[in-house]
């Protein structure tokens, strides 16, 4: 049986932010479209303004599957991730395992395929981009819960606007912050 889909499926089901209340719940599938979203304007922003030559679209796959563990391991929150080196180094054993019963669930003529975007190189540029991008979508979450007056997400924010500084070394990421971030901030009309 091939029940690798069923279990993308699944992934509108898991919730994120658990501990914390939001206006707008946000779950896996839609968080992972718009880490995909802006890992493939990074890679495509490096690659026109300076001098990349990255795959923009499979970076844009990466993305859309680096939660995929969490149809069956859900979503831990991040104080209880990053809460000791051990839970740490646990939670990524546990990622495997969960990543590797996933991808049985394909044709062995895929898995491949998949294994190469689920699987990737921690160490690799394009992971780092990937991690930048999700990172910029966590803290894109917190702006809009700040903008629709949810308090809940100020330390988180700030916390993440710390985090995204880390990758600035990426001038990718700055430029997307530079250019894209503040819009965030905007209600609709304002957005006109």
Known sequence: MNNFFAYMARMKLIRRWSLMKSVTDENIAEHSAQVAQIAHALALIKNRNFGGELNADRIASMALYHETSEVLTGDLPTPIKYYNPEIRTAYREIESVANEKLLSQLPDELRDDYRALIE?????????????????????????????????????????????????????????????LESFKKTLDELE
Not at 136 to 158: D, H, P, T
């Open 120 to 180: 990737v190189d921690p160490a690799s540029y394009e992971h780092r981009l990937v991690k930048a991008a999700d990172k910029l979508s966590a803290y894109i979450k917190c702006l809009e819960e700040l903008r629709s007056g949810n308090r809940e997400f100020a330390r988180a924010e700030e916390a993440l606007r710390g985090e995204i500084e880390k990758y600035f070394d990426m001038d990718e990421v700055r430029y997307f912050c530079e250019t894209f």
